[in-house]
């Protein structure tokens, strides 16, 4: 248990449908984070968010909506997403966004996504 | 080219050591990482080194820092099949936006 949770751990969609990623964390840490895998490309940074404020926004597109309610749940909301979405979304936490996040990050297990 | 780069496979024999080896660009980067994913799963923080700092050690592992060269290395001694795993090496930016650049990851294989 790496104390980041993610839900569903699959998830194959229609590029019609609209779906929600979850992302949990009771590590008492205040950053949490979006991360794009996909193969042969280096992990790409989606959102953060610091004590609930989005504080960056990699040039996402709009068919990825990110939520943060309070500094222990992410969510990124999908819709009309593309073939070329699929990727592991893997969802992160760290301690703040500044000094304390020179610590190091905590990763969940990710999110593997299909876009049929 | 890349802000860090790693080469992207390394294959050993199991009980010999590996060495993981890094080039980053920031040369004022004061945190240097190395992180494991493991298959179908998440990254996982192995250990980190401050830039002040030319070795440290934590069991098999060995994380060496040469700064003047911009090149970290992960040592892993007597290494096992549960070793086998992808690798990412990481450098904290300057300027304060604190997110890490990560390289490509390099693949460990481990032979019997």
């Known amino acids: 248990e790496t104390g980041v949770t993610q839900t569903p751990r699959h998830l194959v969609m229609g590029m019609t449908n609209k779906k929600s990623l979850k992302c949990e964390q009771h590590l008492g840490h205040n950053a949490m984070y979006w991360y794009k895998q996909s193969a042969k490309k280096p992990l790409e940074l989606m959102f953060v968010?610091?004590?609930?404020?989005?504080?960056e926004n990699n040039s996402v597109p709009s068919r990825f909506s990110p939520e943060c309610p309070n500094s222990s749940h992410l969510f990124l909301h999908l819709h009309t997403l593309q073939p070329e979405d699929s990727a592991l979304y893997l969802c992160?936490?760290?301690?703040?966004?500044?000094?304390?996040?020179?610590?190091?990050?905590?990763f969940g297990s990710g999110t593997r996504l299909t876009v049929v | 080219g890349e802000d860090v780069e790693q080469s992207l496979f390394l294959s050993v024999r199991e009980g010999d050591s590996s060495v993981i080896n890094c080039t980053y660009t920031?040369?004022?980067?004061?945190?240097l990482y190395w992180y494991k994913q493991e298959p179908g799963a998440g990254l996982q923080l192995l250990t980190y080194i401050f830039s002040n700092m030319d070795m440290k050690q934590d069991q098999r592992l060995t994380v060496l820092l040469n700064k003047k060269d911009k090149h970290l290395s992960l040592r892993i001694a007597d290494t096992q099949t549960g070793d086998s795993a992808i690798y990412f090496c990481a450098e904290n930016p300057t300027g304060g936006s604190y997110i890490p650049t990560f390289g490509r990851g390099t693949s460990l294989i481990v032979h019997p």
């Open positions: 968010y610091n004590f609930k404020e989005q504080t």
């Open positions: 920031d040369s004022s980067s004061t945190y």
């Open positions: 992160a936490s760290s301690q703040d966004g500044s000094r304390l996040a020179n610590y190091g990050y905590t």
